[in-house]
């Protein structure tokens, strides 16, 4: 019995690298700054927008991505909502395209939160159509585009540090997880296309704003199948929440 588990275990070992590409991994220092807007309209609407560049390798040695996002939201509750908006994507020249790379993106999302004592969380669906428009021997664009689904799920924690929960002034440890799936016809080795694992510090500008700074983790697989990449990100993001209910009802008053 033992002389026919090492034989397996041989003959596996030697088979597995001719059936299985060697995986090869790539690490790079990456900063990515970002602004966050939401703004309510009214009990039911409100509006969506973000904007982000992200640096290339070697953490500053240029852009790699300019991200604007826009989006209709609907508010089932002050802690239920929905978002359906639209995403211009551009991917700046790099190594190995020597052209800027336009996508579009239409997308969808549900969020919801929740609070257990001074813990919050937020779990956040993200589906997305992407249109990134086609390279010709990665020097000039070519005409149409490839087209995939991507499916988010992220789940994020939020702890605040001072006896007297989130107030303006106040730090808060937040925590967070997200993993994106693609599919489509075009999808063929790379049905898992990245995670992000992210964890720092939110400092509380005042009653509704927050800047969040800390460290990213991004591990992606490339389209060929057997190409990672790790990402190593200083982030920063400011979050700008608006409300014109309180506005509008002063105006009515007046």
Partial sequence: MRKSAFFFAILFCGFAPA??????????GQVWLGYFNQTRF????????????RTQKEVVSGWSHLLVRTGLTYYFS???????????????????????????RPWQMFQWQTQYGRLRSRQTFRFEQRFRHRILNNDALA????????????????YPLG?????????????????FVNFGREIV???????????GLSYQTNATDNLQVGYMNLFQQQPSGNRYR?????????FHNLDWRRKSAEAAID
Avoid: C
Wanted: net charge neutral; hydrophobic share 35%.
């Fill in 143 to 158: 005409d149409g585009y490839n087209f995939n689904y991507r499916l988010r799920y992220n789940l994020q924690f939020t």
């Fill in 230 to 238: 790790n990402l190593h990100i200083f982030r920063v993001f400011f």
């Fill in 19 to 28: 059936q299985t590409p060697a995986k090869q991994t790539t690490h790079v």
């Fill in 78 to 104: 002050e802690n239920a909502r929905f978002t359906a908006g639209y995403v211009y994507a551009n991917l700046f020249p790099d190594d190995t395209r020597h052209v800027s790379q336009p996508e579009h």
């Fill in 163 to 179: 006896k007297r929960g989130v107030e303006p002034g106040s730090l808060s440890v937040v925590a967070s997880n997200e993993i």
């Fill in 189 to 199: 080795y790379n049905y898992f296309d990245q995670n992000r694992f992210f964890v």
């Fill in 42 to 53: 009214s009990d039911r609407w409100g509006g969506w927008f973000d904007v982000h560049m």
